[in-house]
């Protein structure tokens, strides 16, 4: 379920989005115990003149928007918004200060996948193992 929208002007190559990937993949799994196959990562292209700021077109800013399952703490939220940002700028070389970056949370009962609804934080395991046969390679 996760799912990182990361609109960037940046041409990114393939290897990079994956580097990318793994990384918010690695990241979000240590700040929420969320299984791998739950991460979804999209990069979408910004082109010049999409991306304004305070009225004039903002030059080479990404924004990265997060939506997760509700449930973690504020003191997680954060971390997680701290080292997703520092993650891009390493792997990117953009500087951190042209980041947007905001993770917006939903209600687990609010999100489906597969035709599945999302279970709750902390309760990934029985739900995989509940609906292994649905979610076939995806049950971990």
Known sequence: MPVYSCSTPLALSPELKGAI???FTRIHREFTGAPEPFVNI???DLPHGSHYLGGA???????????VRAGRTLETRQALLKSLSAAWSSLTGQPERKLVIRVEEADAETIMEAGLTMPRPGEEAEWMAANKETLGELAV
């Open 57 to 67: 077109v903002r030059e080479n800013g990404t924004l990265i928007n997060a939506i």
């Open 21 to 23: 990937a793994k990384e």
């Open 42 to 44: 999209v990069f979408l």
